[in-house]
């Protein structure tokens, strides 16, 4: 796979998003109103008509084509949806996010929820993609679940790089190291290849620096030390792994660590959990609580999702 150049498509591309549709509701004149259980990270898109989510001590109002995504772990969203005008139907896609947003979004400074608005910033890219949303909802034709999926994670991608592009991440932090000419490609390596046996010396060797003028160049954009940035890398790609289900020793091995005890007492110290109490604590199923509200709402769901 080629390795991309620019800052933002580096740190999209770490992220390793999917999206994965649960449930699709339809708000009508005789059901105007749900009640949903939405698992973080997650997200909510409203297709062709305006829903207000009320939420514990706020509302959200989304109009047609706006979806709000969730990037951080959190405990599930308890949510009621209304319909806003009652002589219209309104379609609702709920879903999953996975990749590593939630461990390394705050790192690199990924906004923990978002809102996409096509009509607000007058985005043909994201009516598009809505737009393709709603014809394949309505087509429902075998297949359609998989490409709504990929529609939606590049409705994320898109909305994502535009946050990125237009926020003051650009003057400072990783996309202004990313865009570095002595320390962006340095960055990029590490994120790359976290597994590699980095040290200070082989990194100004890369980057054709002294050690010293290379520490101080690097500590002066990310305001850390090359090793301090390159193990939190580290970690946050072992949560992910973690999170995935894969074994302690392997993550150890992916993440380049020799052993796994030495693995497991940097990951304790940088997360204060043990690997196997993370993985333990990432891959375990949804509460039967929220199993119990989500087979509630099965009287709303339009067509079935196949597996």
């Known amino acids: 796979m080629p390795i991309p150049s620019d800052p933002i498509s580096i740190l999209l591309q770490q992220l390793q998003l999917g999206c994965q549709i649960r449930h699709r509701w339809r708000l009508d004149p005789v059901r105007p109103t749900a009640s949903v259980c939405l698992t973080t990270p997650g997200f909510l898109i409203a297709l062709d008509c305006t829903i207000r989510i009320q939420l514990d001590a706020s509302r959200l109002l989304l109009e047609p084509g706006q979806a709000w995504f969730i990037l951080e772990n959190r405990s599930a969203v308890q949510a009621d949806l209304h319909l806003t005008n009652q002589s219209f139907a309104s379609s609702v896609i709920i879903g999953d996010l996975t990749g590593s947003a939630p461990h390394l979004g705050h790192v690199i400074g990924i906004p923990p929820t978002l809102i996409t608005s096509a009509i607000a910033t007058r985005d043909d890219i994201t009516t598009t993609l809505c737009t393709q949303l709603t014809a394949i909802w309505a087509d429902n034709a075998p297949g359609s679940l998989i490409i709504m999926e990929q529609l939606v994670a590049t409705l994320l991608l898109h909305s994502l790089r535009k946050e990125l592009g237009d926020s003051s991440a650009l003057e400072t932090g990783w996309l202004h190291a990313l865009s570095d000419p002595d320390i962006g490609p ?77 693995f497991s007492d940097a990951f304790k110290r940088f997360t204060g959990l043990s690997p196997q109490k993370f993985r333990e604590i990432s891959t375990s199923p949804r509460s039967s609580a929220e199993e119990e509200k989500t087979a509630a709402l099965a009287p709303l769901i339009i067509a079935a999702i196949p597996a």
């Open 186 to 262: 340095i960055l990029s390596e590490m994120l790359q290849s976290p597994e590699r046996g980095w040290s200070v010396e082989s990194l100004a060797a890369i980057s054709c620096l002294a050690r010293s003028s290379f520490a101080r160049r690097f500590r002066d954009l990310l305001k850390s030390s090359p090793i301090e940035i390159l193990t939190r890398i580290r970690m946050t790609r072992a949560q992910t792994l973690l999170s995935r289900g894969l074994h302690v020793q392997e993550v150890a091995r992916q993440v380049g660590y020799r052993t796994s005890s030495s």
